[in-house]
C-alpha cells in the first residue's frame, strides 16, 4: 500500500505551472506575480491558454489517486481519501521545487471529483451562477 501514496505523493508533486512557464515562455513562476506555483498564477502571468490546460491537469492530479491508486490499494474504505490527501501535499510541498508548491485548490477540488462527483458538479454550477450573478470572481 505505500507505493500507492508514494505514487501520490509524485504525482501530485509534478510542478505543471513551474514547467510550462519555463518551457514556453522561459520564466520562474517563484520570482513573477505571486510567486506561487499554481494555475492562477500561470494565469495571470502567461493567460488562460496556459492556465486552464495545467488547471485541469492538476484537477487530474487529484482524481487520479482517488480513482485509479484507491481501488488498488485496496485496505479500508478511507483510503481513497487519504491518497487525494496526498496528492494535495504532493502539490503544496513538491520536492521537484524546493518543496514550495501550489495551494492545492484544484488538486483538491480533483479529490472531490472522484470522491462526489455529482456534489462537485452542483458545487461548480453553484459557483458560476454566482459568479454571473455578482460579476465579481477571485482568482486568489
Partial sequence: MAVWFLAAYLLGAIPTS???ARLAKGVDLREIGSKNLGATNLYRTLGWAYAIPVGLFDVAKGTVPVLVFGPRAGGPAWIPLALGLTA???HV????????????VATAAGVMVGLAPWATAVSLVTWIITVRVSGYVSLG
Avoid: A, N
Fill in 88 to 90: 494535495v501535499s504532493g
Fill in 93 to 104: 510541498y513538491s520536492v521537484f521545487v524546493g518543496f514550495r508548491g501550489g495551494k492545492g
Fill in 18 to 20: 513551474y514547467l510550462v
